[in-house]
């Protein structure tokens, strides 16, 4: 595991992208594992000023989105579909037939997980996935639990990730309860991870995660077992962490 201290979230943003950008320039046609939530905008801000001023081509990238609300429909502007076509795809020239999400507006979560596993076995697997860090340690929507889910599944969000999503919604009540998710054994199939994490209110959880029990009540410590993990953290994130 590999710890990069960054000064600020920007900086944070500008050396995650430099990794990205790499990793599409070695591998034209390789699989990206992506992230939402507000840790990763400014990583996509700089994929995209790279792709404009002529540095980045991304007409034979595929992606892999680690997950979706259960629910939402992909025109609702809290969709995770609705996310990356903002923030991202609707920037660049990666081919829509070439980026894949899971489907919130399936009813049948056995089938949706099921039908998102075989896509990314289609593709091959991921080459390079991006993480955040969830306060309670999650990463996709692994929530605190007694085991490491396996695979693509349906998950119960907790109460503390359903509060830390309230401040996009504008009732409570609005905010989903459910998600389909990548699995941590999912997860754990691609061949390099790229954690991101900023912001004093991490720096607890990140602690945990990189120098803790490995243990599914912090699903990202998992990532301790991973052969070629990235993190990249600025220093308020850090400032728990020693070693």
Do not use: W
Not at 73 to 99: A, C, G, W
Not at 139 to 154: L, R, S, V, W, Y
Not at 159 to 170: G, K, Q
Not at 175 to 187: E, S
């Amino acid at each position: 595991m590999r710890i990069y201290r960054t000064s600020d979230y920007q900086e944070m943003s500008r050396a995650a992208a430099r990794i990205l950008a790499a990793q599409i320039q070695l591998k034209p046609d390789c699989v990206l594992g992506l992230a939402t939530g507000s840790t990763p905008i400014g990583t996509y801000e700089e994929l995209v000023r790279m792709y404009q001023n002529g540095q980045l081509d991304f007409s034979e990238v595929r992606s892999a989105n680690l997950d979706e609300y259960r629910g939402l429909l992909r025109d609702n502007d809290q969709s995770y579909y609705y996310f990356m076509q903002q923030n991202l795809f609707r920037h660049v020239n990666i081919r829509p037939e070439n980026t894949n999400i899971p489907d919130g507006s399936q009813p049948d979560a056995d089938a949706e997980c099921a039908r998102y596993e075989d896509v990314l076995a289609h593709l091959g697997g991921v080459d390079l996935q991006i993480l955040g860090l969830g306060h309670n340690g999650h990463i996709g929507f692994n929530e605190p639990a007694d085991h490491f889910p396996k695979a693509t599944h349906c998950v119960d969000l907790t109460r503390s990730t359903i509060e830390a999503n309230r401040r996009f919604f504008e009732r409570e009540e609005d905010v989903p309860r459910q998600a389909y998710t990548m699995g941590i054994g999912t997860i754990m199939k691609a061949q390099k991870i790229l954690l991101l994490v900023s912001g004093a209110a991490k720096a607890d959880i990140l602690a945990a995660a990189l120098r803790g029990p490995v243990t599914p009540q912090v699903p990202a410590s998992i990532l301790q077992f991973h052969p070629d993990v990235t993190v990249i953290a600025d220093e308020a994130a850090l400032s728990a962490f020693s070693g």
